[in-house]
């Protein structure tokens, strides 16, 4: 079965058959814009898979961003997952769409959520570093440090080693906890600012899935 008419399954299954509207759905996630149409699809395609398209999101990410992030894209995962547990696509097919919209799920986590607002940072940034929660500076930093191989440069973890230590605060935290959702967005904010400041926004959103790195290397040890 091929890819245009495994799409076509796709628009006659869930969007009878309307090209149009699957084409306008499609464009309002590519603006990440949430429209009431876009909760009413979710309702009525799939909705019973929310929850498998939650699981797929998260294991992809390593996290699930907020509501107002995955909602513009949920019901296309929801369709996948429908359609693959149907036979309309095939696992590839199904693997490199999910890839797809993970990634511009990420994308938008990172853009609205402003992790790469600040191209550099001046100095009461540095100081707020160095004195925000200074109980956790360290452990927040080796913590991240060995999730993602090597040390990275401030420039690229200081948003992300805060986001870490406040969280560490709360929740309580010790070294030996396992990693998690936390752990993983703040990796994926730092491969990412990495990227988009080092080789431009296209590179940045066409980056790796954390989620999916992280899955890899325990899957080999």
């Known amino acids: 079965m091929t890819r245009v008419k495994e799409s076509q399954d796709i628009v006659d ?11 306008e759905a499609l464009t309002r996630q590519n603006a990440s814009v949430i429209d009431w149409s876009d909760i009413e699809t979710q309702t009525k395609c799939a ?7 939650l699981a797929y999101i998260q294991n992809f ?13 949920i019901a296309f995962v929801q369709v996948l997952v429908d359609s693959m547990e149907k036979n309309l696509i095939t ?21 609205k959520g402003e992790w790469v607002r600040h191209k550099t940072y001046d100095e009461s940034y540095r100081k707020h570093y160095e004195n925000f929660l200074p109980l956790y500076k360290l452990p927040a930093r080796d913590r991240l440090s060995k999730l993602l191989g ?9 948003e992300a080693e805060l986001f870490l230590r406040r969280l560490f605060q709360l929740d ?22 990495e990227a988009y400041l080092l080789q ?10 954390i ?11």
């Open 13 to 23: 299954k869930y969007y009878n058959g309307d090209e149009a509207a699957y084409n």
């Open 150 to 158: 090597y040390e990275p440069l401030i420039e690229y973890s200081l």
């Open 200 to 209: 431009g926004k296209s590179v940045a959103d066409d980056s790796d899935l």
């Open 172 to 193: 309580s935290f010790h070294s030996e906890m396992p990693y998690g959702d936390t752990d993983l967005k703040a990796a994926t904010i730092v491969r990412y600012r």
């Open 47 to 53: 909705p019973d898979q929310e929850y498998h398209a």
């Open 61 to 73: 990410l390593g996290y699930i961003p907020e509501p107002n992030i995955y909602m513009p894209h």
């Open 91 to 111: 696992w590839d097919h199904f693997i490199d769409e999910l890839v797809f919209h993970a990634k511009r799920i990420r994308n938008d986590d990172m853009l």
């Open 211 to 221: 989620g999916m790195i992280y899955q890899e290397r325990k899957s080999s040890n």
